[in-house]
């Protein structure tokens, strides 16, 4: 589900800049602290294009696209974030 709606978040970037490039990379299973989760590569032939799909992109992702996280403490308890 949540690559679907980064297919549709990129196609909708694609529309509304002049946009030379744009990936987005999400992590899946566990990601270890200071770990990568999500990796963008945006790229336009004019920088301020380029700076704001790349922010107005990860502000929809974070409104868009569920993702719950689990946290394991240090203690080995867990906790459920999302």
């Known amino acids: 589900m949540a690559n679907k709606e980064i297919t549709k978040i990129c196609e909708s970037a694609f529309e509304k800049w ?8 999400r992590s899946n299973g566990l990601v270890k602290t200071s770990e990568i989760s999500l990796f963008k590569f945006v790229s336009a032939s004019h920088r301020t294009e380029c700076l704001e799909a790349a922010h107005q992109n990860i502000e929809v992702i974070k409104h ?4 719950w996280k689990k946290e394991i403490i240090e203690d080995s308890s867990v906790r459920w974030c999302g």
Request: hydrophobic content about 40%.
């Open 18 to 25: 002049s946009l030379s490039c744009l990936h987005i990379y």
């Open 64 to 67: 868009k696209i569920p993702i």
